[in-house]
């Protein structure tokens, strides 16, 4: 266990929620026995910092905006003080929770459901991909809580006969930065626009934009604004290194890595579908069980292909920035940044797969001659100059050949699979 200067307490046992305050109980916070128990059935013994601030104020029925990161038990923070309102006045549509990937709108599902199974509550997930129909036909069952992407929830508020959320007590925006950018942005307002104006509304996120005008745009009635940390770093359990890598030997650097690193369960994260895709491919090629994960595979084959990552039956996920928001992906040992992402928030999501409460973890970074200006601009954000990762050239090099190969029947395997899709499609 490691004590931070803080006095809260870095539980190094726990499976998950990083910061963990070992003075307060559930029950200090307002909440009902039946909910102080269902926390201790899932092993959760006193909050984390961000339940401890944020439960409280959702009791009260406050607009809460709270800057917290995936793995800090921000989940229950609003799901608890959403299902103690269900116990006092059981509603069909309470809650709405809109969530940026479906992955997440699962996860949190998944969480609302473990929570309050004691108390017969009935959660819809509703999101792309799956059988429109068959969720019509769920959500006609008027389901207590309603979690899922903006999109589907729209399409269902505008085709499903019967559905509305014009009675919902609350609405929560899960990775609320996302959701309050362009590419949700339709949606979101449309969706708001479906909503009553009295409802409590919780906005949680990793990162926050200080553009008020977004905040607007959510309508929220005087939010108090909860932060668990203010500055935007990584925790202290991670080592982060860079390695500096020609573009044209990335692949090698990686397997060298890769080997080094075995036996540790690692996401490679690339910045393309395609290029996920193809490495994946490579890396089987060189006797790794990697498998891909990103926006163009089927939801069943990213549910898949997570599941298989979490059971310890794959070793390697190469994963695009789908899976670095928001999912809760236990133990990952090693992050490594294939294609360094573009932005600096976007990094702090990444590497926050690993080191997660109070374990040890790494990241490493694959800095190109191309990448100097980001990967800086990264090392400025989080107030850490990272040290070279040592390696020598010729050891690394030395697996050229064998990398070619494999990149050659990667590429090979692409073409096939291309020339039978087009032919099936003609
Ligand atoms: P989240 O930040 O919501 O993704 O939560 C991350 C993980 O923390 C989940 O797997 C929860 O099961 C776990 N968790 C949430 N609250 C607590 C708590 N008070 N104590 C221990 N684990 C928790």
Redesign the pocket.
């Known amino acids: 266990m490691v004590q931070t200067p803080g006095g809260i307490d870095i539980?190094a046992h726990?499976?998950?929620?990083?910061l963990?305050d070992r003075d307060t109980d559930?029950k200090d916070l307002g909440l009902a026995d039946v909910l102080v128990d269902a926390?201790k059935s899932?092993?959760?013994?006193?909050?984390?910092q961000?339940?401890k601030k944020t439960i409280p104020l959702g009791l009260k029925k406050k607009d809460v905006v709270a800057l917290?990161?995936?793995?800090?038990?921000?989940?229950?923070?609003f799901a608890l003080p959403i299902l103690q309102a269900l116990l006092k006045e059981t509603l069909p549509l309470f809650a709405v929770v809109l969530a940026p990937t479906r992955e997440l709108a699962f996860?949190?599902s998944d969480?609302f459901r473990?929570i309050g199974s004691q108390l017969g509550v009935v959660v819809a997930t509703i999101v792309g991909g799956v059988d429109h129909m068959s969720q019509a036909i769920f959500l006609a069952k008027k389901p207590h809580i309603v979690v899922g992407t903006p999109g589907r929830i729209l399409d269902h508020l505008q085709n499903t006969k019967g559905f509305s959320l014009s009675k919902a007590r609350f609405l929560v925006l899960d990775e609320a930065d996302r959701l309050l950018n362009l590419e949700f942005e339709s949606a979101v307002d449309k969706i708001l626009e479906h909503l009553p104006k009295n409802r409590v509304s919780f906005l949680f996120s990793a990162t926050m934009t200080s553009k008020v005008s977004k905040l607007k745009r959510a309508s929220l009635r005087n939010p108090v604004k909860v932060e668990v940390d203010a500055k935007y770093r990584t925790v202290d359990t991670l080592v982060q290194n860079y390695l500096f890598v020609p573009e044209i030997y990335k692949d090698c650097y990686l397997y060298h890595l890769l080997i080094q690193f075995s036996g540790n369960s690692t996401i490679v994260f690339t910045s393309k579908c395609v290029s996920g895709q193809k490495l994946a491919l490579v890396l089987r090629h060189l006797n790794f069980k990697a498998i891909p994960l990103h926006g163009k595979l089927s939801q069943s084959k990213r549910l898949d292909a997570l599941n298989r990552f979490k059971s310890g039956e794959s070793l390697v996920l190469v994963a695009t920035d789908v899976a670095s928001r928001?999912?809760?992906i236990?133990d990952v040992d090693l992050v490594i940044n294939y294609d360094i992402p573009d932005s600096a928030k976007g990094y702090i999501h990444r590497v926050g797969r690993t080191a997660?409460?109070g374990k040890g973890g790494r990241a490493l970074n694959l800095v190109t001659q191309y990448d100097v200006e980001y990967f800086q601009k990264i090392e400025q954000y989080i107030g850490e100059k990272m040290r070279l990762y040592p390696t020598e050239e010729e050891v690394v090099l030395a697996s050229a050949e064998r990398v070619a190969e494999a990149q050659r029947a990667a590429a090979v395997e692409i073409r096939e699979f291309s020339t039978k899709k087009r032919k099936r499609d003609e």
């Open positions: 539980e726990q499976d998950s929620a990083a963990i559930f926390c899932l092993g959760w013994v006193h909050p984390t961000i339940q917290a990161q995936t793995g800090s038990g921000k989940t229950a923070a996860q949190i969480q473990a928001g999912l809760h236990p997660r409460a």
